[in-house]
């Protein structure tokens, strides 16, 4: 008989771990070994046996929560947003010292959505413009959204790498915000709106011509399967990785690893 791989869900009473608890019972390959609130000790995590731990908590617990995994050998499949270059510098510098060890941040585990910011950044150098709209639910507690911050990153660098120029234009803003947030230099706009779950618009503009990539999730489904591919690939992918698109092979049309 195959050996089940033992997981744990942090944040597991939330909107996403709450999903995610039941995508980890519902395989076949794996056992949910813990299922941790707020105020569970992580202690429980080496007492559980947890072979992989699934984060989806809140930015000021994740990296906490992912240290504790990493230096007890465990590796940490990571939803949760707030993972800014500094935090993520740090995580490297302290898987440097476990280099078995593996840890996914995977700002958007929708796959349609990992298509739509890769097929932006493809598209990024041959527009003139390019601005993302982000629309959520309200109860979401940060903006903008992860999967907009790295969108903007990812368009951002293929733009420069293109050497395409910021695109100018006239407008001076009347109110502080009017333009939205800029991530290195890509214009990004938060909408919370009751109804919506996870959705995200960049429009690609020139002369007489605009581009529109969407994605929407409309249910919390559409993020186990990416979920599910982090916990069963996340081993063979020691150090870290940014992006659900690091374990597919988005180039070569493959179906992941
Ligand atoms: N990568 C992706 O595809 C997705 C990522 N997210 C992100 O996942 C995170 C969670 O989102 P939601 O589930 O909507 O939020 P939520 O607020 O419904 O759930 C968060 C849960 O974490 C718990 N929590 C807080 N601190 C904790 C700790 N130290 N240990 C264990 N649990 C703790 C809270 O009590 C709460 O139950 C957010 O950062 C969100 O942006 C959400 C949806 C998809
Ligand atoms: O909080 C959410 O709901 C979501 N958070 C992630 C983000 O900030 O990008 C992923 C998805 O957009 C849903």
């Given at each position: 008989m195959t050996e089940l791989l033992p997981v744990a869900v942090l944040g597991a009473r939330g909107r996403m771990g709450a999903e995610a608890v039941r995508a980890v019972e519902a395989a076949?390959?794996?056992?949910?070994?813990a299922a941790l609130g707020?105020?569970?000790?992580?202690?429980s995590l080496v007492s559980a046996g947890a072979r992989v731990v699934v984060d989806l908590t809140v930015p000021d617990a994740t990296v906490g929560n992912v240290s504790f995994a990493v230096e007890h050998g465990m590796h940490a499949v990571v939803g949760t947003t707030g993972w800014t270059a500094d935090r993520l510098a740090r995580l490297e510098t302290l898987l440097a010292g476990t280099p078995a060890t593996g840890v996914l941040i995977a700002p958007n585990f929708a796959l349609g959505s990992v298509l739509a910011t890769a097929f932006a950044a493809a598209a990024?150098?041959?527009?003139d413009s390019v601005e993302i709209v982000e629309l959520h639910h309200p109860?979401?507690?940060?903006?903008?959204s992860g999967t907009a911050v790295r969108t903007a990153q990812l368009v951002a660098a293929a733009r420069s790498a293109a050497g395409v120029p910021d695109a100018p234009d006239a407008t001076r803003d009347q109110l502080d915000g009017a333009r939205g947030a800029r991530v290195d230099g890509v214009p990004v706009h938060s909408v919370r709106l009751r109804g919506l779950t996870a959705h995200q618009e960049v429009l690609l503009g020139s002369a007489g011509e605009q581009l529109t990539i969407r994605h929407d999730?409309?249910?919390?489904?559409?993020?186990m399967p990416g979920v599910l591919l982090g916990i069963r690939s996340v081993a063979r992918h020691p150090g870290l990785t940014v992006g659900l698109d690091g374990y597919l092979n988005l180039q070569t049309g493959g179906t992941g690893s």
């Open positions: 076949e390959d794996l056992e949910l070994v707020s105020s569970d000790p992580l202690d990024a150098r041959y527009f109860d979401k507690v940060d903006a903008p999730s409309f249910d919390r489904a559409s993020f």
